[in-house]
């Protein structure tokens, strides 16, 4: 095991190289939640909506979008790819999902230390009351119970759309059109209760839904158990169905790839 965090170790001190892109990364995010905050103040004087629920939906899809590995697994996996040096990591006697997941989550903890803490304590400092109002045990175990789900399946797909990269050399059309898919579908710009009823009902069947909207749910809505329900098994079914995807495709790109600069 602890050779495998020894993966997770490398790539943490490696983007401990990159504090200024870290540092401008913190300032956008504190940027939108700002922006996002005034906008809905605004709404608030014309419609009867709870600003403090919005304020933390917003941070948590904002802080999911930094700490889901779907670009990071992508960009690791399909530049080794280009490159040729993924030999170099099939060679190894641990799976090669093995190794990139546990890369990723020196990515996740990096990210998790010094971009999301930060705009952690400066929410609690600015919305603390929001903290006794919404926050509480059930929901913070729930929260964590469906992000770690909602993580494999971000996983899953990051992973997936890198391999596509041997057969369509550039993904970046395809990474760019799925982050605009978790924004729509999984509510990173707007909660999904406020989109229209066949938009939402399409919504909850997408894996989207289950990688940033469910998790962030736990903490924001008092659901129902039957609800939490629906949503536990849809996540449970995407990664299923995921892990289905990246078994077949998998053996399809290794049998035939043609590593490129290899």
Do not use: H
Not at 43 to 67: C, G, M, P, W
Not at 132 to 141: D, G, N, T, V
Not at 237 to 246: A, D, G, Q, R, S
């Amino acid at each position: 095991m602890n050779r495998f965090f020894g993966y997770s170790l490398y790539q943490y001190k490696t983007l401990r190289q990159y504090k200024f892109n870290t540092i401008m990364q913190i300032i956008a995010s504190l940027t939108m939640i700002l922006i996002q905050y005034s906008v809905w103040t605004y709404v608030k004087k014309y419609n009867s909506i709870d600003v403090d629920e919005i304020i933390t939906y917003v941070l948590l899809a904002i802080i999911l979008q930094i700490l889901l590995p779907i670009k990071s697994a992508t960009n690791f996996v399909s530049e080794k790819i280009l490159k040729g040096n993924i030999i170099n990591y099939l060679n190894r006697p641990d799976g090669l999902i093995i190794i990139i997941f546990f890369i990723v989550f020196g990515n996740f903890f990096y990210k998790l230390k010094f971009q999301v803490l930060p705009i952690l304590v400066i929410y609690v400092v600015f919305f603390y009351n929001i903290i006794f109002k919404i926050f509480s045990f059930e929901r913070l175990i729930l929260f964590l119970l469906m992000y770690l789900l909602s993580y494999l399946i971000a996983f899953l797909l990051g992973y997936i759309i890198a391999l596509l990269s041997t057969v369509f050399i550039k993904i970046n059309g395809i990474s760019e059109l799925v982050n605009a898919l978790l924004i729509v579908f999984g509510g990173g710009l707007l909660p999904i209760d406020l989109y229209p009823k066949l938009l939402l009902k399409i919504s909850e069947f997408t894996p989207f839904y289950s990688i940033m909207y469910t998790p962030v749910s736990m903490i924001v809505y008092d659901n129902n158990y039957s609800k939490i329900l629906f949503m536990f098994i849809m996540q449970i079914f995407w990664i299923i169905i995921l892990w289905i995807i990246y078994k077949k495709l998998s053996y399809y790109v290794f049998k035939k790839l043609d590593i490129m600069g290899g």
